[in-house]
């Protein structure tokens, strides 16, 4: 089956930097996304690794180890509006993501 | 540009009451069409998803059907809501070479009483 584990809660300061880690089970795998959602909004894409290493897009960053099961999504210079849920998601070959359970990050001042 | 419609953006529905919730999706052609529903604080779980006209695929067995009558458009429906069918019912899209990069629609909170 399919099942991903990542923190339900994480804290940082404002302009710090951040990491939400991932852990996934799952025969098929094809990749790892990341969605950001913000309070009563709809998730929005952030990145997606295919294969083992680091994507950078701009402040976020996400990374992928195949041979660990294990994604992360770093967040640079935070920001106050980076206050969201973060999900990860695996996808499979039919085209489907399903998504972890999302870990709330609050930045304070 | 691809845009995704849905509504109605809220709706308060009593127990035992049909349901249908609509989905367009504007700018592109065969996309593949899904429906999530998201609990209070939760994660999102996957209940249909759709590669093509009159193909639906359940995810989890419940008293919610869906279904595809055009390329673009996805409608999820009940013939009598329960309790536990409240939430937030996103759809989303993505193209039909990827499983990655979906955009969602803005969402549907549904409350059931």
Same mark, same amino acid.
């Given at each position: 089956g399919q099942s991903l584990e990542q923190p339900s809660e994480v804290t940082a300061v404002e302009g710090a930097i951040v990491q939400i880690n991932c852990t996934y089970q799952t025969s098929g795998f094809y990749g790892l996304s990341w969605y950001q959602q913000h309070d009563g909004g709809a998730p929005t894409f952030l990145s997606y690794n295919a294969l083992d290493g680091l994507e950078e897009t701009g402040r976020f960053s996400s990374f992928l180890s195949r041979s660990d099961s294990y994604g992360y999504l770093l967040l640079q210079e935070l920001q106050m509006k980076d206050s969201a849920s973060y999900f990860c998601a695996e996808g499979d070959s039919s085209y489907k993501l399903i998504f972890g359970s999302g870990t709330r990050l609050l930045v304070r001042p | 540009s691809q845009?995704?419609?849905?509504?109605?953006?809220t709706l308060v529905?009593?127990? !035992?009451?049909?349901?249908?919730?609509?989905?367009?999706?504007? !700018?592109? +052609?065969?996309?593949?069409?899904?429906?999530?529903?998201?609990?209070?604080?939760?994660?999102?779980?996957?209940?249909?998803?759709?590669?093509?006209? !009159?193909?639906? +695929?359940?995810?989890?067995?419940?008293?919610? +059907?869906?279904?595809?009558?055009?390329?673009r458009q996805f409608? =999820?429906? +009940?013939?009598? =809501? =329960?309790?536990?069918?409240? !939430?937030?019912? =996103?759809c989303a899209w993505s193209t039909g070479t990827t499983n990655y990069g979906y955009t969602f629609g803005s969402g549907t909170r549904l409350t059931v009483v």
């Open positions: - | 845009t995704i419609h849905q509504w109605p953006a529905q009593p127990v !035992g009451s049909p349901l249908s919730l609509e989905c367009t999706v504007e !700018g592109t +052609s065969n996309p593949n069409l899904y429906w999530y529903r998201q609990a209070a604080g939760r994660g999102l779980q996957l209940l249909f998803y759709s590669v093509g006209i !009159g193909q639906i +695929s359940s995810e989890v067995p419940q008293n919610l +059907s869906a279904s595809r009558p055009q390329d409608i =999820l429906s +009940s013939k009598k =809501l =329960l309790l536990s069918d409240s !939430g937030f019912y =996103l």
